[in-house]
């Protein structure tokens, strides 16, 4: 079966600009997450959502990121006035489980702000 | 303070050998999981193997074994038999409150494992 996608793969803005990054989790699964890394790093968590709802949100870096996921499958990544900082692979990853195991994540999208 | 701790930046090892990938966590929850991922250089994670912090064996999972060191707070990956496929970064994660608790996963910075002909 298709395993997670995300689009686009590459993405290069300039900064101040405005970017969504878009994430189709596996069908049925209902918890999804997003995880920003950068280079030579392990994956940073930023935000979990469980159905429609994001029940963590706690590693979202500041105001100008934000996630939605209105019917509980694709979700989008939003960046506002992007800044050379916010470059990085933005991983997304979808479990059926609500404990997380097994979190199945997509190819990433590479993010350069120029 | 760090939660995931790998000390290795990088390991070799000779195809068929066995080796072993250190991680070490730092939680105050009792009840927690433990994961590692392999990133092969086109991006990808893909799950290897969990351990779950009640978990009365270490978990395996065809060549990959965890070695589940509670008091030491020590998770390490063992991988029998390398291929040269195995050559990929690999990093330890953790989850803290699996019952109730947050979902998100903690990573460490990750080893590269390169495994010679």
């Known amino acids: 079966g298709a395993g997670v996608s995300q689009t686009p793969s590459n993405k290069v803005t300039e900064k101040g600009k405005y970017v969504e990054l878009r994430c189709d989790p596996i069908s049925g699964h209902t918890a999804l997450y997003w995880y920003r890394q950068s280079l030579g790093q392990g994956p940073e968590f930023l935000i979990y959502?469980?159905?429609?709802?994001?029940?963590?949100d706690s590693g979202l870096p500041n105001d100008r990121f934000f996630a939605v996921r209105p019917e509980g499958s694709v979700s989008t990544l939003k960046i506002q006035r992007t800044e050379r900082g916010d470059s990085a692979v933005y991983l997304c990853?979808?479990?059926?489980?609500?404990?997380?195991?097994?979190?199945?994540f997509g190819p990433g999208t590479r993010l350069t702000v120029t | 303070a760090q939660k995931i701790t790998q000390t290795q930046p990088g390991m070799f090892v000779q195809e068929k050998e066995a080796v072993t990938l250190d991680c070490t966590y730092d939680t105050s929850d009792p009840s927690y999981g433990l994961f590692w991922y392999k990133q092969p250089s086109s991006g990808e994670m893909i799950f290897l193997i969990y351990?779950?912090?009640?978990?009365?064996q270490n978990a395996t999972e065809g060549r990959y074994s965890l070695n589940f060191q509670k008091a030491r707070k020590s998770a390490n990956l063992v991988i029998s038999a390398s291929q040269l496929g195995d050559s990929a970064m690999y990093f330890c994660a953790m989850r803290e409150g699996v019952q109730g608790g947050s979902e998100k996963l903690v990573f460490g910075k990750g080893t590269k494992l390169t495994v010679n002909p």
């Open positions: 351990q779950g912090s009640y978990d009365q």
């Open positions: 990853a979808s479990s059926p489980y609500f404990d997380g195991r097994e979190q199945y």
């Open positions: 959502f469980q159905g429609t709802g994001a029940a963590d």
